[in-house]
């Protein structure tokens, strides 16, 4: 079976595949100071509680952390006995990257983007709404001609609590009003409602570049606060998208997994 690691800056998503069924799904923090060995043993407890550890026998990573991503990397190959692979720019993909410098794609942008053009109808946006807003378009010939990044409501959250003396932390939700009557409703608003005005006004110009309507899709941790408020409602949420987008990756690397 098939280990499928996705390492952002906030989280770390893990899953299982077989062949094309998602078994599995874990969320842990991203933790730059954790060794491989903390990595391992943690990662191990995660497969032993579905009994999973020992039917494992590849392993593909993206990581927007490259530090952490060698990191967890060594705690596969200790701990399972797996030499994991890292997408990048190299790797066999369902799409051409059609960028000024394509090394420069982030890992986690690459697999959405595959996954999208393989998944979805194109041309496809996809808006991964994390600690970073990106968008990724995928054409109708199959090219990844480019996105948008953006800061994510985490951190418009942080930097208003962090660079004002009086603006207290916020936990992130929909707020029910534009108009906010307190404090934290009015910051509420900012963030969200402000999050989804960038987001509809983005889809907007990419669309006219694009000439023709397009497939939007949502993932990411916030994806889901936007959703019941956008004016035109994303066509598809699907938090696993990136997780897809390695399992198609590594399929096309190396085969089906045994």
Known sequence: MLLVCDIGNTNTNIGIYDKDALLYVWSIASDHIKTSDEYGILITALLNTKNMKEKINSAIISSVVPTLGETIKT????????????????????????????????????????????????????????????????????????????????????????????????????????????????????VVKGHECMVEGMIDLCEKELGKKATIVATGGFSSVLFDNMKRPFDFVNKELTLSGLNIIWKLNFGEEK
Do not use: W
């Not at 609590?161 to 509420?188: R, V, Y």
């Open 75 to 190: 705690a596969i190959k200790n701990y399972l006995n797996v030499e994991a692979y890292h997408v990048s720019y190299k790797s066999k993909l369902p799409v051409k990257i059609a960028l000024d410098e394509p090394r420069e794609a982030g890992a986690d942008r690459i697999a959405n983007a595959s996954a999208a053009a393989v998944m979805y109808k194109l041309p496809v946006i996809v808006i991964d709404i994390g600690t970073a807003t990106t968008f990724d378009i995928v054409d109708e010939n199959l090219n990844f001609i480019g996105g948008i990044i953006a800061p994510g409501p985490k951190i418009q959250t942080k930097s208003l609590s962090q660079f004002t003396s009086k603006l207290p932390k916020l936990k992130i939700e929909a707020p029910k009003c534009a108009i906010g009557k307190n404090t934290i409703d009015a910051m509420l608003s900012g």
